[in-house]
């Protein structure tokens, strides 16, 4: 999760989508970066839309340590600056 001390640099947390399936994200965060840190940069990166909540990897049920049993992959692309 994003506020989590120690976590995926590309784990940006969970989303709710509209009836619609429609979502808008803005979001700060200070583990990524858009090309200005290398060693950080997520330009170029796949990120894929899972289909179920995150744990987080905190309730060690399932693949919560892996996945974060967030279930099946529903939507990927690629990370690009506009």
Not at 5 to 11: E, K, M, Q, W
Not at 27 to 34: G, H
Not at 40 to 67: A, Y
């Given at each position: 999760?994003?506020r989590?001390?120690?976590?995926?640099?590309?784990?940006?947390?969970?989303?709710?989508?509209?009836?619609?399936?429609g979502?808008y994200?803005?979001?700060?965060?200070?583990?990524?970066?858009?090309?200005?840190?290398?060693?950080?940069?997520?330009?170029?990166?796949?990120?894929?839309?899972?289909?179920?909540?995150?744990?987080?990897?905190?309730?060690?049920?399932?693949?919560?340590?892996?996945?974060?049993?967030?279930?099946?992959?529903?939507?990927?692309?690629?990370?690009?600056?506009?």
């Amino acid at each position: 999760m994003p506020r989590d001390p120690i976590r995926h640099v590309g784990d940006l947390g969970n989303i709710e989508t509209n009836a619609g399936g429609g979502a808008y994200i803005a979001q700060r965060d200070d583990v990524i970066s858009i090309g200005f840190d290398v060693t950080r940069n997520v330009i170029g990166l796949p990120i894929m839309i899972h289909n179920l909540t995150d744990d987080g990897g905190h309730t060690g049920k399932g693949e919560s340590n892996t996945t974060g049993n967030a279930g099946a992959r529903i939507a990927c692309g690629t990370i690009r600056r506009g």
